[in-house]
Structure formats: structure tokens, C-alpha cells
């Protein structure tokens, strides 16, 4: 980016409850975007600006701070219009990024597999289309329109470069559909499906990650890879899936997703639908929360909004309460109905979060007692994938004692002993 890495940050706070806390967050992602803050400058108005987004007088202001710090990167709050970058950038010369490109900034850096890296470039083309100029460079946008055959020239080419960018997004999209059903193919999903499943999604940093590494920690799966973890935004970009199976219980699969942010651009939610699919699915959300975060109301609010956007309303849900270690008196694990306090890095914790999936899970799983004559083998051999609490032997077949959901009660009805 810049040579010098220092910038400004500004936020206009319109009728925002929580604007202390969305510009504590945009000094976050600068610092993921290795870019260093000097000051900040805000304004509170009801309206904002159409052409410039502050004030006239705060434009000033933010040229004059600018000079001071000699610094040429301004990094604004929100998502700007691209003809309210053009005017900003004309008014005082300087370079303006909105939130959205910060965070998309963000992402790029973070993409690692080629479906992450995929999903990201079409984002960002995305926000590219309607803010890509003749010359490629904003500020010679408004040096260009001199005359009408030179402003005809330079749109007819504003055409092509449009058209080229489109082109680049259906094949970027072709390729992603490619490589999604290459994994959906071999993934833990289609050799599974008809398991039930949970995801756990949240805010970024809220300890996703590491409480699915717990878990597998815990059921002692050696063959399940852990996932990523990291203390920065955006650890993760790709879904992991995996099969959860304790003995003498039903299996279920436990998906780790990307993780949210206020202001989530929406060609990010668009461009990760398949991503976020898992949570779509599932039976039952565990919603991550940092504890430890002063901020965690807000950034439940957030949660929830990103989720009713991604279409995901009434879902049944645990509110898992993460990083209680870090929060005073902690003393172990509390079940309060569908919220669990807890930390992820202590075993009595994940084991009591595991109880609370299963007691949510499995609630309207029952126990049956059937008797199966030795002859009927295909019934045999289907009974084995259900979970056995019971097994014995008798001269007219094998008596099983079955944990199983009310489908295959019903199905099973007929050979009920006591
Ligand atoms: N003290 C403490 N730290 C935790 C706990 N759980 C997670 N962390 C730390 O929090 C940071 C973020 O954890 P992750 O598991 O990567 O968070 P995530 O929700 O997956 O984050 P994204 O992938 O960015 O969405 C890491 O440094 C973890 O070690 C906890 O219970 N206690
Ligand atoms: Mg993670």
C-alpha cells in the first residue's frame, strides 16, 4: 500500500449507538491490514453528505490533520459511494479506503484455500465494477473531462473495462462451482449427510476455532485434523467439517466457519453463501461469544443481523459463552437453559458444552427395545449404524436396545419387545 504506513481513520456517527465501538473495530482492521493509526477524526451529524459524507467544514478539518501528520491514506467508516471517494479525492488530494475495501483487504490476505482465494476475488471485483475509472486512476477522472470526444473516448473504454471485469467474475464463479463440488465429493458431508448437524458460528476472535479443536481434543478422534487458530480477525475462511462420535451415542458433525464483523460487506456474505451453507443446514447454531469482550452485546446484535441477512432466522440455537477464563470469578462451567458459560482451553468446560449439544440435539431421540430374527440380515446390518446401548442373543434372533430418532422408531415399531 502506502510507502509511509501511517493513516487517519474518520467516522461520521449518525444516530449510532454503538459508532465508540464500530471505530475501535476499524482501527483493529487497519492493524490487520499492517497499517498504523496516528489519529482519528469524527463527526456527529444526523445526515450524511451525498457528494462528500462529512461535512464541508470536516473535509477541511480532515486535510489540515492530514498535512500535520504528513500523512496521505485516509480511512473512512463506512462504505463510500465511488462518487463520494472521487469528491473527497479531488477536494483535498489525498487517498481515501472505505471499511469495505479494508475488510476485503483483510480477507485477501487471509484467503489460503483456492475456494477462500476465489470467493475473495470475486468480492473484490465486485466492489470494483461500479468503481473503476478510464484511467484506472481515481483522481485523473475528473482531469480527463475536458472535452465531449475525449469524454466519449474515455467512457467507451470505462465500457470495455466493465465488460472485461464482468467477464473475469463468471469465469471466477465457473472455476468456485468447479472446486465446491470437488469437495463436496469428498468431504465428511456427503459420506455423512444423513447425520445430524451443528455450526458454530460468531464474531471473528470469539474462539470458534479453538472450542472444535477442544472437542476433537476431547472424543480423542486422531484421525480428524485440527483447524487454525490465530488471535487476529479473520482466522478463518474455510468450513471444516467434523464427525463427532462418542461412545454409546449418536454421531453428529460439527462444522467451524468464517467468523463476522459489523459492517460486513455484502459482496463478501454474497461471495461465501456456500461457505456459510453449513450454518444454513444445521439443526442447531452454537453461537461463540467472547465473554471477555466489553463489547459483546453489540457483538451479538451483529451476529444475529449477518445471520438474518444470510437467510438464517429461528434457528435452533446455544449461546456459548467463551473465554470465561478471562472474565473474574470464573469457576468452572454454568448451564443456564440455552446458555452455557465457558473456556474453550478447559476440558470440564467442553465436555459440559458437548452435554448441552446432545441434551438439544438428541432431545426427541428415544430408547427401544426390538427383537430381530437372524434371517432378516439386511436389518441387521442396518441396526449396526444406529447407536446400541445393548446387544444379546437369543434362539429367535438378536435383542438390541437402540437409541434412536422417531423416524427409525417408527420404523422399527414392529419388532418392539416389552
Ligand atoms: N483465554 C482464552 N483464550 C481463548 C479461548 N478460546 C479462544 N481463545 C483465544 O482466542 C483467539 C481466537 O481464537 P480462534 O479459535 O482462532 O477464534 P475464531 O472464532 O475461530 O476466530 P476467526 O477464525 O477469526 O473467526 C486465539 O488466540 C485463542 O487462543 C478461551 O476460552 N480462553
Ligand atoms: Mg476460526
Redesign the pocket.
Known sequence: MEENNQVIIAGVSHLQTDFDYSMAELAQLVAANNLKVVDQIRQQIDQINNKTYFGSGKVQEIKQLAQYHNVSLIIVNDELSPAQVRNLEKATQLHFLDRTELILQVFTQRAHSRQAQLQVAIAQLQYQLPRIHPSGNPLDQQRGQSGLANRGAGESKLELNRRTIRQQITKLKQELRHVEQTLNTQGARRQNSKLPQVALV?Y???????TLNGILDLVADKNSKKVF???Q????LDTSIRKITLPQKPSFLLS?T??FVSKLPHNLIEAFQSTLAEAKNADLLVQ?IDASDSHREQMMQTTQQTLSEIGITNKPMIYAY??A??TSDFQGPQVIGNNIYY???QESSLKTLIELIYQKLFSNYRVIKVLIPYSNSQLNQSINQLVIQNQSYTNEGTIYQLLVNPTDYDSLTEYQID
Not at 471473528?204 to 479453538?210: I, L, M, P, V
Not at 480477525?233 to 478463518?236: E, H, K, Q, S
Open positions: 460468531g471473528t476472535n470469539a474462539g470458534k476455532s479453538t487458530v490465530k488471535d480477525l479473520f482466522a478463518t467451524d468464517v467468523g461463540v467463551n473465554k477464563d478471562q473456556s474453550a482451553l
